[in-house]
Structure formats: C-alpha cells, structure tokens
C-alpha cells in the first residue's frame, strides 16, 4: 500500500469557520491531489500539485485553497465552510502523473 | 470540460456471475484506470490500459481500452461477495498534467 495519510478522518465545524485538511505521503510523488465525493457524483477534482508549491485548479476549486511547501505534505484549507461543502475528502498521489494511489479519506461535516 | 458516462449506475447479481461494465467519452485518451471503493475507503487501483486496442487482465478482471481511445470496458468473471464496491473509469490525456476525469461509478451488488 502507497504510503499516504489524511488527518483528520472525521471532522464537525460550523458555518463560517476555516478548516485545513493534510495529506502526508511518505513515498516521494511528485504529483498530489485533492478530491471531494459525494453521492451522485464520483469523484471530483478539487486542486492538484505537480511539486513544492506548483499548485493548480481542478473543476470545483472555489471556496478552497491549497498549499504544498514540501513535497510529503499538501494541504487543503477552507476559507470560511459552508454546508455545500460537506462531503468526503480524498487525497491521492502520483508518481508520473497516470496511477493515482488514495488516501482513506476525511469525512467533513459543516453544520 | 470532458465527461465521462458509465453504465450502468448499479447491478445486483448472484454469485458466480460474470459482470460488465463500461466508460464512454466525447472525447479521447491518452489513459484508461479502472478503480475499486470499498465502503469507507479510499479507491484502489485495478488496472490502468495506455495503448488503444490494449487489453489487460488482473485475475478474475479484464480491462480493454476501446480502439477508438473514448471507451474502455470492465469485465469480471466468476463473481464472489468481496467483489462488491463501486468501481470507477477514469481517463487522462498526456497534455494535462496528471489530472483524471472520473465517472461517477458501477454500484456493484452481489447476492451469496
């Protein structure tokens, strides 16, 4: 198994509060990135990092923001939640960019 | 941006039965993965096809990727109750840097 991490698995916030998700890796992948699941709707991208602090935007990158200032870790930071943003979050890595490895994921509830 | 239509939404089958499932784009790839959620984790890579025509087993699975590189195909024979989960298609072309477009997955049911 990759050696992939998300902290934390289960969170509760509330409206209007920041929240950052972390992704650790310990096998050296250059790319990383952040998805949300939800029902209905597979798997979609949020931000992916193609190395230290090369960021760029998925399909649904508003309300979040992301931050890679080592390679093993990235980082997913809500601004400010909203309800629309509670979902499962998934962290996945790549060593040449075609096999993506998971994380087990972090569920984030905004109340 | 490119879609992604997998089919079907969910199957419910018997043990012992062999199951096919299936990705269709608009457009084309470079790469077709096929994936596998187990409820409460993270999807697990199956089988990952890079040359149109090219067709790859993994065990009891068979993946194709469509000649025509917008389709690939998902094949599992011989089905037991640990193969229930979601599975998800993804495509990715060369040109944009490692980003996958996923279909929104098979819900796979099987009865005992």
């Known amino acids: 198994d990759a050696g992939i991490t998300q902290s934390p698995r289960h969170k509760v916030t509330e409206t209007g509060t920041p929240v950052t998700l972390r992704c650790h890796q310990t096998?050296?992948?250059?790319?990383m990135y952040w998805y949300r699941q939800d029902p209905g709707h597979g798997l979609r991208l949020i931000h992916y990092?193609?190395?230290?602090?090369?960021?760029d935007k998925g399909e649904v990158s508003d309300g979040y923001s992301v931050s890679r200032s080592k390679t093993e870790d990235f980082l997913l930071t809500l601004e400010s939640a909203t309800s629309s943003q509670t979902s499962v979050y998934f962290c996945?890595?790549?060593?040449?960019?075609?096999?993506?490895?998971f994380g087990p994921g972090t569920r984030l509830t905004v109340t | 941006g490119q879609q992604l239509n997998q089919s079907p939404q969910s199957m419910f089958i018997q043990e012992g039965e062999d199951v096919s499932m299936n990705c269709t784009s608009s457009?084309?790839?470079?790469?077709w993965l096929w994936y596998k959620q187990d409820p409460g984790e993270g999807p697990v890579l199956l089988i990952a096809?890079?040359?149109?025509?090219e067709l790859t087993s993994n065990g009891r699975l068979t993946a194709q990727f469509g000649i025509t590189r917008k389709d690939s195909f998902l094949n599992i024979s011989a089905s037991i109750p640990s193969d229930v989960g979601i599975y998800f298609c993804?495509?990715?072309?060369?040109?944009?840097?490692?980003?996958?477009?996923f279909g929104d997955g098979t819900t796979l049911t099987v009865k005992p």
């Open positions: 990092s193609y190395g230290v602090k090369d960021t």
């Open positions: 096809l890079y040359k149109a025509g």
């Open positions: 457009s084309i790839f470079n790469t």
């Open positions: 993804a495509g990715q072309l060369r040109t944009n840097a490692g980003k996958s477009t």
């Open positions: 996945a890595i790549s060593r040449e960019s075609y096999e993506q490895y």
């Open positions: 096998e050296n992948h250059r790319y």
